[in-house]
């Protein structure tokens, strides 16, 4: 569906944008309203309050919900799926103790976050976070303390990676708009990403861990083995109809096993992001078939369902058969039904933000500040980012805005890159209501809003104005 002709002007849509927000804030922070019942109730006035003609607030609605469910649901069901194969079969644990054993347990925080670091080049942030999920509840439970102090180092890491680091489609999309060199991207946002998550989301995370207690959520992976020997594990199981109890001895999947099923979604999705990448930049030629087939391969849900199926052969039918296997996945999908569906709805609301014309508007009255590039490539970005809560519609926008701009400055190579690390920062902070992802970390770690907006939101504004920091210094001396 296509953005709307906008009904106001920009400062309209924007009171109409913060009074949608503070709405929703109020609705369930204070009155404890459901957050999928705010959402989409908050969408449906957002969408009337903003000109979308009523005929058309059905179709808007769904836009924003049906683009986020497709890209979230199979990929949450798949990946818990694999988080609950580690779990169930000690895999999990394995791998804590060998990180554990390797780094010491005062930087278990820090080896999640190296871990995530590693594994978020190839893969997007949602994916990422959902595999790794099991592993931080895991090294959760074993030390005890705040849930953050584990889970925001690995979060933020994926975070990092995703918006900094080419082949992930924002900064690529970022220098394709600026005629920028993919390649010095990538070199340049590597070490500015390690840096801006070390201070911005390693430090502050452990802050803030201290200062906010959050539980480990029961529901997804509430039964993980905190202490016990995971190496083996004895469980009693009826001998057949009314048969006598007996012991059943399993033994834990060695660590080789476990890194080989970690590894191998992140290497098929490294299939897909390369490759596109490479076809981009006219490397590859759009029609080798050889590289489509590859490229299916590294399709997220495509990845994780391969992943499923070798996890479901090399862990789970170890020990036990087909059909116990099956209750194993079955049960894991329950729980994940609220998160799918809030996280839906979040992309609802952002989605309504988005077709309103908000963004555009914006970005005609942003456009010309008078101000060095840089600084107003990251306040567009921000402005754009907060306003409609998508980092990769902000970060594309704002680059095809400073695109001519740019051009006519005749910046070299290295500024064009130190640019598009600007807009990726302005479109990592302040993550709050109107993102699906902010959702989606909120359900994860069971937080509530409040506590999500005094952590999440926190250390992703921290990350962006690192990195936006480190650009700006190294464009001084360009």
Not at 295 to 303: D, E, I, K, P
Request: with cysteine; hydrophobic share 60%.
């Amino acid at each position: 569906m296509e953005a709307i002709e906008p009904a106001y002007g920009a400062g309209t849509l924007l009171l109409i944008a913060a009074a949608a927000v503070a709405v929703l804030l109020f609705l369930i922070m204070k009155v404890k309203m459901h957050a999928f019942v705010a959402l989409v109730l908050v969408s449906v006035l957002t969408a009337l309050a903003a000109g979308i003609p009523v005929g058309d607030v059905p179709e808007a609605l769904a836009f924003g919900f049906s683009n986020t469910i497709g890209a979230v649901a199979l990929l949450v069901g798949f990946g818990v799926m694999i988080g609950r194969l580690l779990e169930v079969t000690g895999g999990a644990q394995v791998l804590a103790d060998t990180l554990i054993g390797r780094f010491g347990e005062k930087r278990a925080p820090f080896a999640l976050g190296v871990a995530a670091l590693l594994f978020g080049f190839p893969i997007f942030f949602d994916a990422g976070l959902v595999v790794f999920l099991p592993i931080i509840m895991t090294v959760a439970r074993r030390f005890g303390g705040s849930l953050l102090l584990y889970a925001l180092p690995a979060a933020g890491a994926f975070a990092a990676m995703h918006a900094l680091v080419p082949p992930h489609p924002g900064p690529v999309a970022a220098a394709e708009a600026l005629e920028g060199s993919i390649g010095l991207t990538l070199l340049v946002g590597v070490p500015i990403a390690v840096v801006s998550w070390y201070v911005g989301a390693f430090l502050v995370s452990q802050v803030l861990g201290r200062r906010v207690h959050v539980d480990i959520p029961e529901a997804l992976f509430g039964h993980i083995n905190g202490g016990r020997d995971s190496e083996t594990e004895a469980t009693e199981e009826a001998d057949g109809a009314g048969g006598a109890a007996r012991t059943v001895t399993r033994t834990a999947p060695s660590f080789a096993t476990v890194l080989g099923v970690l590894l191998l979604p992140f290497v098929l999705i490294s299939f897909n992001t390369v490759l596109g990448t490479l076809i981009a930049a006219g490397v590859i030629g759009e029609d080798a078939t050889w590289a489509q087939y590859f490229m299916l391969l590294g399709n997220t849900s495509v990845a994780l369902l391969i992943t499923v199926l070798v996890a479901t052969v090399v862990l789970g039918l170890r020990d036990r058969s087909l059909a116990d296997v099956t209750t194993i996945l079955d049960q894991a999908l329950g729980p994940i039904c609220s998160i799918i569906l809030i996280t839906g709805a979040g992309g609802m609301f952002g989605g309504v933000l988005r077709l309103s014309g908000i963004g555009d508007a914006l970005s005609d009255s942003l456009a010309n500040l008078g101000m060095s590039l840089i600084v107003q490539a990251f306040i567009i970005a921000t402005v754009l980012r907060v306003a409609q809560g998508s980092a990769t519609v902000a970060l594309t926008t704002t680059a095809g805005l400073l695109s001519a701009a740019a051009a006519e400055a005749a910046l070299s190579n290295f500024q064009i890159t130190l640019l598009v690390i600007a807009i990726a920062a302005g479109a990592t902070v302040l993550s709050h209501v109107n993102d699906s992802g902010f959702w989606l970390v909120s359900r994860f770690f069971g937080m509530d809003v409040k506590t999500t907006l005094k952590t999440w939101t926190v250390m992703e504004t921290t990350l962006g104005l690192t990195a936006f920091v480190i650009s700006l210094a190294l464009w001084a001396v360009a």
